[in-house]
C-alpha cells in the first residue's frame, strides 16, 4: 500500500467564532494511488482522539483501510487528516501562537465541527480534488461526514456517519464535562498553561478512563474482565486496563485538545440550522448509515432520526443496525460485517459515478 | 406458457417485466435486494429497500442496493407521497399486520403498487384442509400454524374483492403455477398472484 504522510499550511482559516486563525497547518496520511482524473478519492475522518494515522501499523482504522479492505487502497485513494484543535500536527491550543511566540493553551479561539471540516475542505482544494467519492467516520467522524454531506454536498459523492448523531444527548455531554473537569481539577493543568512544565496526567488520564467505561458495554466488559483479579497487584482487571488505558492516552494526547475538542462536539448542532429534513432537501449525496446494537453512548436511535430525515426526502439512504457486544468501540474493532458493507456500497457508488462521467448514467 | 426466472423465481421474473426502465422503485420485505439488484442492472431503476432482517440488510447493502434496515409496516410512513414509480411487496402481504393499511400506504408513496402473494384459494389448499381437517400445510404453505409467519390468508379472489371496495384500479393481473402462467380458473389454479394496481 503507497503511504504518505504530508502537513499543508494555509494562509488563513475563518473560525465560527469571528477569528481568524493564520496560518494554519493540517497534518495528513493518503493511501493508495489517486486516479488521474481524481475520481477516487475517499476522506476518513477520525473520532475524537485520533489522528490522521488512519492506515497502516498502528493506524486506528488499519482493518478497515488497506488492500482488499473496506476501504479498499487497490481502488481508492484514502485521505485522513488530523483536525483542527487536535495535538498531532494539526494546529491546535499546543501549537505556537504566532503573536505572542508561545503555545495557544487556552487562549485558543473556542473551534466547532463545522470549522474542521472548512480546514478539510481547503485540504481537499489543495489536493485539487473536486469531489469526493465519500466521506467516512465514526462518532465524532461522523459528525464531520454528516456536515460535509450538508455544506458541501455537490462534493461529495457518498456521506458514511457511523455510531454518529446530529446532536449530543445531555448524557453525551455529561459525560464529556466529568472529562474536562477531571483535567481543570488537575493542579497541574495550571489554567491550561503547562507546556514548560509537567502536563495535567492525572487528570487527563481519569478523563479517559471515564471516556473508554463509555465505549465498552456491560456486556463486553463482563467477557473482557469479569470479577477477574490481577495476580499480585490486589486490583481488578478492570481496574489495571483503565489504567493503563489512561496512561498510555497521556503520552500521545494534549489535555487542552481534549477541552477544545469535547466542546467542539457538545456544540455541534445540525439541526439549530434548520429542520433535518429541510437540510436534506435535494440533497445528491448517497448514504451510508450504520449503527451498533449495544453502543449506548451513540444509541441507534440517533442515527434512525438521521435516517428518517433522510427517507422523507426520498434520498439515497441505505441503512443497518449491526449486531454487536462491543458497545460504541464496534465501529474500531466490529469490522468484518462493517468492511463487507463498506466495501459494496463504495464499489456501487464508484460503478455509478463511472457512469455518470462516461455518460452512461441517469441524467 | 412457461415464464422466465430471475435468481430461480417467476414472481421476480414478472415483476421485472412490469417494472419500465429509469424509474424508482421501492421493494417492500426485499430480502437480500436480488430483485432489485437485478432492476437496477437491467432496469436502471433508482432502486430502495426496506427490510427487517439485519443479515438480509447486510448482503443487499454489500450487494449495492440502498436498503433501510427497519419494519415496513411503520417505514412506508417516512415517505413522502408519490416519491416511486413503483412500490413492490413480493410474498409478504399475509405477513403484515395491517394488510390493507401497508395496501393503502402503498398506494399514498407510489404511482402504482405491485403485489405477489401465495395464493390461498389454490385447490391443494383446498383439499389439505378438506381432507386433514387440520390448518393446511402444502408445499405453498409449509409451515406449521404456530411457527407461521404467515398471519392473513387471502386469496386472488380476495384480492379483487378489496380492489372494488377500494376502487383500486388493477392494471395487470398474472397469475403462476410453479413456473407456469397460469390462465384459467385462477383463484383454484393459481399458486401466487402478482397484481399491479394503482389507486382510485
Redesign the interface.
Known sequence: MITQAAIATFDNLELDCGITLAPVTCAYETYGTLNDDKSNAILVEHAFSGDAHAAGEGGWWSNMIGPGKGFDTNELFVICSNVLGGCRGTTGPGSINPATGCPWAMSFPAITISDMVRLQKKLIDHLGIARLLAVAGGSMGGMQALEWAVVYPEHVSAALPIATTTRHSAQQIAFNEVGRQAIMADPDWNEGNYYTGRPPARGLSVARMVGHITYMSDESMRQKFGRRVREGQNRFEVESYLHYRGSQFVDRFDANSYLYITRAMDSYDLTQRGALSTLFENIPT?F?VLSFTSDWLYPSYQS?EI??AL????C????????SHYGHDAFLVEVD?QA??V???L??TL?EARAIGTGHG?S | MGVREIYGRSDYALIGELVEP?TRVLDLGCGEGLLLAWLKENK?V?A?GVEMV?AS??K???????????DLES?LE???DK?FDYVILSQTLQETRHPLRVLRGMLRIGNQAIVAFPNFGHWSMRLNHLLTGRAPKTELFPHEWYDSPNIHFLTVHDFELLAQKEGWRIERRMYLSGHYQVTALPNLMAEVGVFMFSGA
Do not use: K, M
Open positions: 448517497r451510508l434512525l435516517v428518517s427517507r422523507s426526502r426520498n439515497d439512504v441505505a441503512y443497518c443496525n449491526l449486531t460485517e463487507e458493507l466495501r459494496g456500497f464499489a456501487s460503478r441517469r | 429509469h436502471h433508482e430502495r439485519s440488510v447486510q443487499a447493502i454489500a450487494r449495492g442496493v440502498s436498503v433501510y434496515q427497519g417505514a417516512d415517505y413522502p416519491a
